[in-house]
């Protein structure tokens, strides 16, 4: 249990100092979405550009490992979709529950990944965003088409959304120059790993500065319903496919550990776009972020 709590806290420990830096207003409340918006747009794809160009990416395995995820995404979206046949609830509030059921954080996912698991941890998890994130786009996208009428809903928002994404960007790029045998010149490649190494901390430092926990409202039965699919059902869902596509004990741990994560932040951005619960999403990201802890730490002591 000690090179889990090794890994674990000091990931944790970002977050809540970043939280610790909103309460005390450090170094003020405009620098932290300007950091946020560094992360995501130089940082972060520095990163995945860095550790997907410089990596082995040939396994059999490969197709069946992106498989399983996205099987057990699309089928917890439709265990919720039945939930809410049986237990209706507003569509506002319903696409949040949605959102907050499959989504995940990808700051907390790449930064456990590579603690635990080292370099191959954090390529397997970048393959899995490459694939995941504009899976998880379209889905969420097409459950406010189908539950809210909204003009802005269309199959050029959609594409816009995947193809202006920076995340997806760097992967496709640090993918391509890695098959097609491209070798950076040193200069670039040295940049770029230093880039690279600010992009987690700075990351899990935004996600704490982001955490609202005025606002939760843990007796809402939505913000439940979704918390259970995010760490009960889509880790069982994801287990029971790695299992079924026979991959290695590595691979099933990085799909279990991804399935159990918090929400992803962006979800309030999309909420707020396509008229979502704001305040449901917020409590949801919130909560999700403080109790993955427990449902993490669970999952790393039996596949680790």
Known sequence: MEHIFSALIPVFGL?????????????SHEFWPQADKLTYYVLMPA????????????????????LAALLAIFFTMILLMLINKIKPTNASAFTSVVQGGIRFNTYVFLALAGAIFGNDGLILSAIILTFAI???????????????SNEKLNFLYLLKS???????????????????????????????????????????????????IKEIKSSKSELIISSFAKHLIMPVLIFIFAKYFELDDMMI???????????????????????????????????????????IVLVLKFFI
């Open 47 to 66: 990163l995945l550009i860095f550790k997907l160009s410089n990596a082995s990416l040939a396994s059999k395995d490969s197709f069946s490992f992106v």
């Open 253 to 295: 741990s990085i799909l279990v550990l991804f399935a159990v994560l918090p929400t992803a932040p962006s979800s309030f951005i999309l909420a707020r776009q396509l008229g979502g619960d704001i305040g449901l999403i917020s409590s949801i990201i919130t909560v999700q972020t403080l109790i993955s802890s427990l449902f």
């Open 162 to 212: 995947i193809i202006t994404n920076p995340l997806i960007i760097a992967c496709v790029i640090g993918g391509s120059i890695n098959f097609l045998g491209i070798h950076f010149p040193l200069i670039i490649n040295n940049t770029l790993e230093i880039l690279s190494k600010a992009a987690l901390p700075m990351g899990l430092l935004s996600v704490g500065f982001g955490l609202v």
């Open 15 to 27: 977050i809540l100092i970043g939280y610790f830096f909103k309460r005390i207003k450090f170094p």
């Open 134 to 148: 504009p899976f998880i786009n379209i889905l969420c996208i097409t459950i406010f088409a189908l539950y809210i």
